[in-house]
């Protein structure tokens, strides 16, 4: 809180001064406070600008001499404290207009190599859930195609007119390694202010339909700690899968050859007699025992498959990992 005392011509400074009292205002933003000289009708001697931060600051008048304050700034609403109220008023024309939540009728779901221009804010969206260097992210956005894998953004129309839309939500579909009709779903998120507003449902829904128009018949993810979630969406505990990385499992003929074959610097050799050897180093003397019977197979039984509540899987940092799939 900033203090400071002001005073009146011909007014006995040892004792009568403007005070400060019991009733405060909270004042959230940065404000320039400037003192009319309106108390008693009389001028101030001097002017006093008061700088209010955002700590936030506490604003406290004495109600028995209150002043008529005027509180501007040119990025702020207009505040005016009078003489003998203890309210703050805000006029409702100058207060700041707030970003309207996102309609979920008004949603779009649209690869992200198709709109290059949203690859940075897509970045900054999975980021904030998953740090990583911002460089690296668009790389690996930037592996998008409609062959898979394929990224997915979950797009808002901005509520200015010509602006880019928002980016809401984001989630990555791959191949599935020998099941061609399933897809690996990675990489789900939803931007942290809209959450549990039904974004990631709508988000989810959409990949459905989306894969169905492809030929897919079957979707796998994984998690750690949304397996309610997935459940209500319809989704069941299954088996690992493995993603794949490019389009084709077996690498092009052009790609090997672009590699040349260069001949080996050694001279071929003929490879010896597994048999000859065998019988020239055959050792001499009394035969050598037989070596012990094999261990029965063990009878344990198999590992506890995964359920709500506990998995046998991990991740490479030893987090018990869910893997869950959905026929559509």
């Known amino acids: 809180m900033v203090r400071d005392w002001v005073t009146c011509p011909g007014e006995d400074t040892s004792g009568a001064r403007a005070g400060w009292g019991q ?97 940075d804010a897509c970045a900054d969206l999975i980021n904030e859930q998953w740090p990583r260097s911002h460089a690296s992210r668009l790389h690996s956005l930037g592996q998008s195609s409609d062959n898979f894998p394929l990224c997915l953004m979950l797009l808002s129309p901005h509520p200015v007119p010509g602006k880019a839309p928002i980016v809401v ?55 750690h700690d949304q397996l309610h979630f997935y459940a209500h969406l319809g989704y069941r505990l299954g088996e690992p899968v493995q993603g794949l990385v490019f389009t084709s499992q077996r690498l092009p003929a052009a790609l090997l050859s672009a590699f040349p074959r260069v001949p080996s610097p050694w001279p071929p050799s003929k490879t010896p007699s597994l048999t000859a050897q065998a019988a020239s180093r055959a050792p001499r003397g009394p035969s050598l025992p037989p070596p012990p019977p094999l261990p029965k197979p063990s009878t344990a039984s198999p590992p506890a498959p995964q359920s709500l509540l506990e998995t046998q899987y991990h991740d490479l940092r030893g987090r018990p990992i869910f893997w869950m799939q959905k026929d559509i």
Not at 173 to 184: G, M, N, T, W
């Open 23 to 119: 009733s405060f205002w909270v004042l959230p933003q940065p404000l320039a406070l400037s003192l009319h000289p309106l108390w008693g009708r009389m001028p101030w001697t001097h002017w006093m600008e008061l700088t209010l931060s955002s700590s936030p600051a506490e604003l406290t008048l004495d109600p028995a001499c209150q002043l008529e304050l005027t509180l501007s700034s040119t990025c702020h609403p207009e505040m005016t404290l009078s003489r003998g109220s203890t309210e703050l008023t805000l006029d409702p024309a100058l207060q700041p207009e707030e970003t309207p939540t996102p309609s979920l009728a008004e949603l779009t779901l649209e690869p992200v190599h198709r709109r290059p221009e949203l690859l």
């Open 169 to 223: 939500g984001h989630a990555r579909l791959s191949r599935v390694l020998d099941r061609p009709q399933s897809l690996l779903v990675e990489t789900v998120v939803v931007a942290r202010a809209l959450r549990g507003r039904g974004f990631g449902r709508c988000l989810m829904e959409g990949l459905e339909v989306f894969a169905q128009a492809r030929g897919f018949r079957r979707l796998h993810l994984t998690t």
